[in-house]
């Protein structure tokens, strides 16, 4: 391990570890020296992952999660626990939203409340039962993955309501955490064509330029490109950084959330 390395001996979990934007931070995560853990319901991507980062002789660990699960969540932590024996940082990257959210207005309502548990219930359901072991932790942080559809009249109704549920609950997390030295934040990436998103618009990359909706989103954005992985991968470093933010959100999303000057 190099002197410079910023989380030498810290324990980073998390969730949706083994997607773009996941795959993207615990990599940064683990150069930057803490044991990463990538907790995922994709075993093939978490394992092949694992081993790229084992094989760039960085210290990283699968397991199978379902955020979804509480009972398989208890379990992992457990693990966790046993193995680890703290948590020092916990990311919530799992969730997006579901092909079915599409429909918009038309969506079912089952769709909805799917949406709910895997954005806004998966992320309550970790941080809760994660809370022993990041008591445990250095300068413990929880960093929560929001959108700047939060902050926007745009997307689909479920995923939108659920990220903006999901910030609510980062500040009263935040608020009830600050007393056991915990900080609480959240990144609200812009759009990042990852492949999932790539398949959830059109199928293919120069496809998804094409699409109205990230045409016009794009004409929208301050900045002339859309996010790529590494870009979100550096605000959870900043947000577990600094060190008296707490109850905020980080938006990284070239300004589209800010809204274009029409003058
Ligand atoms: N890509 C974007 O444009 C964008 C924009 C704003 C916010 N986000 C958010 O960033 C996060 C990552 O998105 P991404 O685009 O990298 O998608 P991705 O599909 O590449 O990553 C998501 C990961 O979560 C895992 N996952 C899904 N359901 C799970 C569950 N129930 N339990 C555990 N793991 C589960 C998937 O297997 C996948 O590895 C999501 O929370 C998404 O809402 C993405």
Known sequence: MEEHESLRKTVTFITGGAGDIGGA?????????????IADVNDAAGK????????????????HMDVRNESE?????NEVGRKFRKIDHLLNIAGG??????KRLDMSVQTFRDSLELN????????????????????PTVVNTSTYNAAMAVGNPAYTSAKAGLEGLTRYLASHLADHG?????????????????ALYGGRKNELEKNP?????????????????????QAFLSAVKLKFM?????RVDGGASSGRHVV
């Not at 969540?73 to 932590?77: G, S, T």
């Not at 939203?97 to 599409?102: K, M, S």
């Open 120 to 139: 806004l219930v998966g992320p309550f359901t970790v941080t809760k039962h994660a809370f022993p072991l990041l008591k445990k932790g250095t300068n």
């Open 48 to 63: 092949k992952l694992e081993g790229k980062l084992r094989r760039k002789g960085l210290a990283a660990t699968f397991m």
């Open 25 to 37: 931070t615990a990599e940064l995560f683990a150069k930057e020296g803490s044991h990463v853990i």
């Open 246 to 250: 707490t109850g905020h959100v980080l």
């Open 182 to 198: 915990i900080r609480v934040n959240a990144v609200a990436p812009g759009a990042v064509p990852t492949k999932r998103v790539i």
């Open 213 to 233: 909706v990230f045409k016009e989103l794009k004409r929208r954005t301050p900045m002339p490109r859309f996010g790529k992985p590494e870009d979100i991968a």
């Open 97 to 102: 939203a579901l092909p079915e959210e599409q």
């Open 73 to 77: 969540v208890e379990r992992v932590m």
